[in-house]
């Protein structure tokens, strides 16, 4: 089955007076129809920049600069805005980390979910686009729907708030949703549900879902395949089983590793020592090599790339499958 | 709460220190450093006016009324040159310019001083006692900004009267209540800081704390409004002197020199108003620019 | 909302008592009441009727309290000049500066919010750098001085427009302006632009820093992922959220334009309110003087209070309970 999202070597690159800061440098990863990937990794490496990316929203001063993004056959990174218009919240969705700043204060609920369906349904009569709108609030779970689509942001939770944004990505029926950091602003009682929900409303309406975040306890519970960025790049991706039990990438070893619940009681956490590199200074060859433990002379010449190693698992190692020396 | 925090680090280079960072920042603008190029100019001309200036329009002796009305440029028996003509008595224009600048910034910078000595003080107390004290000046200043000032000047000269000292008595109460306000803002945003919870544990007298360590800090804003209130002060002045109900004769700011000079213009002797009012406009405009390249620099909003 | 109207109504109340209080006590107190409020041509026994009338050799506290009732009863004494009471002369005016300070408003709203927003959609733009010199020259330039100019260029050298007076009035659905002529408008625009510019300045400002800032904000960025149209975005979104602040600062500002007409009506010798206490300050006649006072406040007071109202209309964050 052909993937509905092909992304081929991203290039997104942002020019400011300090430098020209790579924030997404060689991303390559797939999405098929109906699937969860997850896209993790820490601030900094550049996962939330590829999503607005898909979506063409890049702010200035960042562009574009190279790849491709494949999206049902056509490269959304040489579209007009006129064709990203018509994309956005029609076949491609966005869900954002905050609720409470991505709703407008002054506008009602009712207002703002309304014109997404209009503006990719200019025909629509208002009382059924806001019949649609109370029937998806009704399907996130919200009760009473007719009376609190009324109401203004500001008088909903926080979850509620973030049930209303996932309610607005489904509206138009996308074959894809992407969610940035979707439950990070969210109490942890809440992240739960509305994790559940999310999982939920794709598996029934088959919608691909790519979740953007740091949280690894999230996509371990809801993602079929997980890529793992770091500075810029993919350095890992795969099944999720298969990665989590068992990665490849010394990044990913690291990351599992330091996960407090891998670790036994009473023993120190593990940390990967070192820090990200600054994207306006990336070293030549492989971006982890100060912060690696199996660091060869290859890694500091060339930038790996990704090896295929077999079930579906590609890693930008040159050392892969080695073990660390002690 | 930004999606893009992820794609910009810290810029590497450290920041210089105190001086020389103000400095390059200021100059980041070039309009700004011209502006304060061209007001430095206007402090140097108003300072020694009595020293530069061609002639002294306030001589009568020197003043023939045969001169007057003389277009810019013209010359009158004496070889004198006008450069800027002469007005209905006579006078040179240029030189009276030049000492209705000294007026006009003299007025304008002293009222603007013991407003900020009396506003700031307010402010610095109010923020530092919190309390009743706090919400009753701040009424009082509330209330005061929400009138224009142009009006509450109008009605200060009003009942007691015209003359400079009248005329500075309503210009400072008509600025203080800003650096009241402005004071206030930082003080408050300062007290709360640790350091003054700190100097009130070593049992430092409340007059130090205010002094010493909290007055420094709110030094930059009230630079800011100091000098927007001082453009603001000028041009107040002047219209008052304008509307004739300023400054006196005796003491002829630029306001009084337009003033004097509307009538001519229906004939066409437009240089005797409208050139005092170039001056003025460079001296407030000057001043504005200079102020708003301040604002941007201590605008901790706008910091990259 | 209707305990924060009446709160809001009741600390109005205050002011105006309290501003009645400093109107009183700078008339009464500095300087002699009998030079402030009789005549200096009227003889003793007209200044002894004038002293019993009103109260002049009363303790203070019965005089404030005549002054109060006075005030309400509309009788605020007599024009030396003019012979009327002041308060009718006053009110005779009011039209006249109440029309020229909308229609600066209608033009510094109308040409200031557009050109605001443009600029800060495009910050960096030559049209938008040149719309920013310019309200910092309309900023910085004394009224008086560009009523001189627009006089200078418009009126005596391209002679496009007269340069004193009101024009003709007409009069529609019961209104009598000089908007409704031609010959009204043309005497009407030099001084409404000039009354404007500062304004426009402010609200240029204004409605640019909002921009910038709102352009900003997620939500903006949200209503464009949802495939909204960039016309729709700026248009409610956008302009939605920069109302509030300039909306609350043009109604305090109106009254800064009726304080303002009194220089503009002087350079254009535009028959308002504003003409009329100049004159009267240079003239020395108080009674006028005094009644301006409580005019203005009482206009200043209610001014207000309609903006807090109105604003808490405009965000409903303020207006429903329980917003954080």
């Given at each position: 089955?052909?993937?509905?999202?092909?992304?081929?070597?991203?290039?997104?690159?942002?020019?400011?007076?300090?430098?020209?800061?790579?924030?997404?440098?060689?991303?390559?990863?797939?999405?098929?129809?109906?699937?969860?990937?997850?896209?993790?990794?820490?601030?900094?490496?550049?996962?939330?920049?590829t999503?607005?990316?898909?979506?063409?929203?890049?702010?200035?001063?960042?562009?574009?600069?190279?790849?491709?993004?494949?999206?049902?056959?056509?490269?959304?990174?040489a579209?007009?805005p006129?064709?990203?218009?018509?994309?956005?919240?029609?076949?491609?969705s966005?869900?954002?980390?905050?609720?409470?700043?991505?709703?407008?204060?002054?506008?009602?609920?009712?207002?703002?979910?309304?014109?997404?369906?209009?503006?990719?349904?200019?025909?629509?009569?208002?009382?059924?686009?806001?019949?649609r709108?109370?029937?998806?609030?009704?399907?996130?779970?919200?009760?009473?729907?007719?009376?609190?689509?009324?109401?203004?942001?500001?008088?909903?939770?926080?979850?509620?708030?973030?049930?209303?944004?996932?309610?607005?990505?489904?509206?138009?029926?996308?074959?894809?949703?992407?969610?940035?950091?979707?439950?990070?602003?969210?109490?942890?009682?809440?992240?739960?549900?509305?994790?559940?929900?999310?999982?939920?409303?794709?598996?029934?309406?088959?919608?691909?879902?790519?979740?953007?975040?740091?949280?690894?306890?999230?996509?371990?519970?809801?993602?079929?395949r997980?890529?793992?960025?770091?500075?810029?790049?993919v350095v890992?991706?795969?099944?999720?089983?298969?990665?989590?039990?068992?990665?490849?990438?010394?990044?990913?070893?690291?990351?599992?590793?330091?996960?407090?619940?891998?670790?036994?009681?009473?023993?120190?956490?593990?940390?990967?020592?070192?820090?990200?590199?600054?994207?306006?200074?990336?070293?030549?060859?492989?971006?982890?090599?100060?912060?690696?433990?199996?660091?060869?002379?290859?890694?500091?010449?060339?930038?790996?790339?990704?090896?295929?190693?077999g079930?579906?698992?590609?890693?930008?190692c040159?050392?892969?499958?080695?073990?660390?020396?002690? | 709460?930004?999606?893009?925090?992820?794609?910009?680090?810290?810029?590497?280079?450290?920041?210089a220190?105190?001086?020389?960072?103000?400095?390059?920042?200021?100059?980041?603008?070039?309009?700004?450093?011209f502006?304060?190029?061209?007001?430095?100019?206007?402090?140097?001309?108003?300072?020694?006016?009595?020293?530069?200036?061609?002639?002294?329009?306030?001589?009568?002796?020197?003043?023939d009324?045969?001169?007057?009305?003389?277009?810019?440029?013209?010359?009158?028996?004496?070889?004198?040159?006008?450069?800027?003509?002469?007005?209905?008595?006579?006078?040179?224009m240029?030189?009276?310019?030049f000492?209705g600048?000294?007026?006009?910034?003299?007025?304008?910078?002293?009222?603007?001083?013991?407003?900020?000595?009396?506003?700031?003080?307010?402010?610095?107390?109010?923020?530092y006692?919190?309390?009743?004290?706090?919400?009753?000046?701040?009424?009082?200043v509330?209330?005061?900004?929400?009138?224009?000032?142009?009006?509450m000047?109008?009605?200060?000269?009003?009942?007691?009267?015209?003359?400079?000292?009248?005329?500075?008595i309503?210009?400072?109460?008509?600025?203080?209540?800003y650096?009241?306000?402005?004071?206030?803002?930082s003080?408050?945003?300062?007290?709360?800081?640790?350091?003054?919870?700190?100097?009130?544990?070593?049992?430092?007298?409340?007059?130090?704390?205010?002094?010493?360590?909290?007055?420094?800090?709110?030094?930059?804003?009230?630079?800011?409004?100091?000098?927007?209130?001082?453009?603001?002060?000028?041009?107040?002045?002047?219209?008052?002197?304008?509307?004739?109900?300023?400054?006196?004769?005796?003491?002829?700011?630029?306001?009084?020199?337009?003033?004097?000079?509307?009538?001519?213009?229906?004939?066409?002797?437009?240089?005797?108003?409208?050139?005092?009012g170039?001056?003025?406009?460079?001296?407030?405009?000057?001043?504005?620019?200079?102020?708003?390249?301040?604002?941007?620099?201590?605008?901790?909003?706008?910091?990259? | 909302?209707?305990?924060?109207?009446?709160?809001?109504?009741?600390?109005?109340?205050?002011?105006l008592?309290?501003?009645?209080?400093?109107?009183?006590?700078?008339?009464?107190?500095?300087?002699?009441?009998?030079?402030?409020?009789?005549?200096?041509?009227?003889?003793?026994?007209?200044?002894?009727?004038?002293?019993r009338?009103?109260?002049?050799?009363?303790?203070?506290?019965?005089?404030?309290?005549?002054?109060?009732?006075?005030?309400?009863?509309?009788?605020?004494?007599?024009?030396?000049?003019?012979?009327?009471?002041?308060?009718?002369l006053?009110?005779?005016?009011?039209?006249?500066?109440?029309?020229?300070?909308?229609?600066?408003?209608?033009?510094?709203?109308?040409?200031?919010?557009?050109?605001?927003?443009?600029?800060?959609?495009?910050?960096?733009?030559?049209?938008?750098?040149?719309?920013?010199?310019?309200?910092?020259?309309?900023?910085?330039?004394?009224?008086?001085?560009?009523?001189?100019?627009?006089?200078?260029?418009?009126?005596?050298?391209?002679?496009?427009?007269?340069?004193?007076?009101?024009?003709?009035?007409?009069t529609?659905?019961?209104?009598?302006?000089?908007?409704?002529?031609?010959?009204?408008?043309?005497?009407?625009?030099?001084?409404?632009?000039?009354?404007?510019?500062?304004?426009?300045?402010?609200?240029?400002?204004?409605?640019?820093?909002?921009?910038?800032?709102?352009?900003?904000?997620?939500?903006?960025?949200?209503?464009?992922a949802?495939?909204?149209?960039?016309?729709?975005?700026?248009?409610?979104?956008?302009?939605?959220?920069?109302?509030?602040?300039?909306?609350?600062?043009?109604?305090?500002e109106?009254?800064?334009?009726?304080?303002?007409?009194?220089?503009?009506?002087?350079?254009?010798?535009?028959?308002?309110?504003?003409?009329?206490?100049?004159?009267?300050?240079?003239?020395?006649?108080?009674?006028?003087?005094?009644?301006?006072?409580?005019?203005i406040?009482?206009?200043?007071?209610?001014?207000?209070?309609?903006?807090?109202?109105l604003?808490?209309?405009?965000?409903?964050?303020?207006?429903?309970?329980?917003?954080?």
């Amino acid at each position: 089955m052909k993937p509905i999202l092909q992304i081929e070597n991203l290039q997104t690159h942002f020019f400011t007076k300090a430098g020209v800061v790579k924030a997404v440098d060689g991303v390559s990863f797939d999405i098929n129809a109906g699937e969860v990937v997850g896209l993790v990794g820490e601030s900094g490496s550049g996962k939330s920049i590829t999503g607005f990316s898909v979506m063409g929203l890049v702010d200035a001063p960042g562009k574009i600069v190279g790849g491709r993004i494949m999206f049902q056959g056509e490269d959304i990174a040489a579209m007009s805005p006129q064709q990203l218009q018509s994309l956005r919240g029609n076949r491609i969705s966005m869900i954002f980390q905050d609720p409470m700043m991505t709703l407008n204060p002054v506008l009602r609920v009712e207002t703002q979910m309304v014109e997404a369906i209009k503006a990719h349904d200019s025909m629509i009569s208002k009382s059924e686009a806001r019949a649609r709108a109370r029937d998806a609030l009704g399907l996130v779970g919200i009760s009473a729907p007719e009376e609190r689509m009324r109401a203004y942001p500001h008088q909903f939770s926080g979850g509620m708030r973030q049930r209303v944004s996932i309610a607005i990505a489904m509206l138009n029926r996308p074959d894809l949703i992407i969610a940035d950091e979707p439950t990070t602003a969210l109490d942890v009682t809440i992240q739960g549900q509305v994790i559940h929900e999310m999982q939920r409303l794709c598996e029934a309406t088959k919608t691909a879902l790519l979740c953007i975040t740091h949280d690894l306890a999230v996509v371990a519970g809801i993602a079929d395949r997980i890529c793992v960025m770091y500075a810029g790049r993919v350095v890992e991706q795969g099944p999720i089983a298969s990665t989590i039990s068992q990665p490849l990438h010394p990044y990913t070893r690291g990351l599992m590793g330091s996960v407090p619940s891998q670790n036994r009681r009473g023993q120190p956490l593990q940390q990967i020592d070192g820090m990200v590199p600054s994207l306006l200074n990336l070293p030549s060859g492989c971006a982890f090599q100060n912060r690696c433990a199996m660091v060869s002379d290859k890694c500091l010449s060339e930038i790996p790339e990704p090896i295929d190693v077999g079930e579906q698992r590609l890693v930008r190692c040159v050392n892969v499958g080695q073990e660390p020396a002690s | 709460m930004s999606n893009v925090t992820d794609a910009k680090p810290q810029a590497t280079a450290v920041p210089a220190s105190g001086l020389k960072k103000f400095w390059a920042d200021f100059s980041e603008s070039r309009l700004a450093l011209f502006a304060l190029a061209v007001f430095s100019t206007i402090l140097f001309i108003a300072l020694f006016a009595p020293w530069i200036s061609p002639t002294n329009p306030y001589d009568l002796g020197s003043v023939d009324i045969m001169n007057s009305r003389l277009p810019p440029g013209s010359e009158d028996f004496a070889g004198n040159v006008y450069w800027l003509g002469t007005d209905g008595a006579g006078r040179d224009m240029l030189s009276s310019i030049f000492y209705g600048l000294r007026v006009s910034l003299g007025v304008g910078a002293f009222s603007g001083i013991v407003a900020m000595a009396i506003g700031a003080t307010i402010g610095l107390a109010a923020a530092y006692f919190g309390g009743r004290l706090e919400t009753i000046i701040m009424r009082i200043v509330d209330i005061q900004l929400s009138f224009p000032s142009i009006l509450m000047a109008l009605i200060i000269l009003a009942i007691f009267g015209k003359g400079v000292d009248k005329t500075i008595i309503a210009l400072v109460l008509v600025q203080w209540a800003y650096y009241a306000r402005t004071a206030r803002a930082s003080a408050l945003v300062e007290k709360n800081k640790e350091y003054v919870e700190a100097a009130q544990c070593l049992a430092l007298s409340d007059r130090r704390i205010i002094l010493s360590h909290i007055m420094p800090n709110c030094l930059a804003p009230m630079i800011v409004v100091g000098t927007l209130q001082t453009a603001h002060a000028i041009s107040l002045e002047a219209t008052l002197s304008f509307l004739g109900l300023g400054l006196p004769i005796t003491e002829p700011s630029l306001g009084l020199l337009i003033g004097n000079g509307f009538e001519y213009m229906y004939t066409g002797d437009f240089w005797i108003s409208i050139f005092p009012g170039v001056a003025l406009l460079i001296t407030i405009v000057s001043i504005n620019l200079v102020g708003d390249q301040l604002r941007d620099i201590f605008n901790p909003r706008l910091q990259k | 909302m209707t305990a924060f109207i009446l709160r809001r109504s009741l600390q109005s109340l205050i002011v105006l008592f309290v501003m009645s209080l400093l109107v009183f006590g700078g008339v009464n107190m500095v300087g002699d009441p009998v030079d402030m409020l009789i005549s200096p041509e009227a003889d003793q026994m007209e200044i002894d009727r004038v002293i019993r009338d009103l109260g002049l050799d009363r303790p203070v506290t019965e005089q404030y309290w005549y002054f109060l009732v006075n005030a309400f009863k509309g009788e605020l004494g007599r024009s030396f000049i003019f012979g009327e009471p002041a308060l009718k002369l006053i009110i005779q005016r009011m039209p006249a500066t109440m029309e020229l300070a909308l229609f600066s408003l209608l033009l510094a709203v109308v040409f200031g919010i557009p050109l605001g927003v443009y600029a800060g959609l495009k910050p960096e733009g030559k049209l938008s750098r040149t719309i920013m010199a310019g309200s910092i020259l309309g900023f910085s330039m004394p009224t008086f001085w560009v009523g001189i100019l627009l006089i200078m260029f418009f009126s005596v050298n391209l002679g496009w427009f007269p340069s004193t007076g009101r024009g003709e009035t007409a009069t529609y659905f019961g209104m009598t302006s000089s908007i409704f002529t031609a010959d009204g408008l043309s005497h009407l625009f030099l001084p409404a632009f000039n009354l404007a510019l500062f304004k426009l300045s402010s609200v240029i400002r204004l409605a640019r820093a909002g921009t910038r800032e709102v352009i900003l904000q997620d939500y903006i960025k949200f209503a464009r992922a949802k495939g909204v149209q960039e016309s729709r975005v700026i248009r409610v979104h956008l302009l939605k959220n920069i109302m509030i602040p300039i909306v609350t600062v043009i109604g305090l500002e109106f009254g800064s334009l009726i304080a303002f007409s009194t220089v503009t009506e002087t350079v254009f010798a535009w028959p308002g309110m504003g003409k009329l206490i100049i004159d009267s300050i240079y003239n020395l006649d108080r009674p006028i003087i005094v009644a301006y006072l409580m005019i203005i406040v009482l206009i200043f007071v209610t001014l207000n209070l309609v903006v807090d109202i109105l604003y808490s209309f405009l965000d409903p964050r303020v207006r429903i309970k329980g917003a954080k």
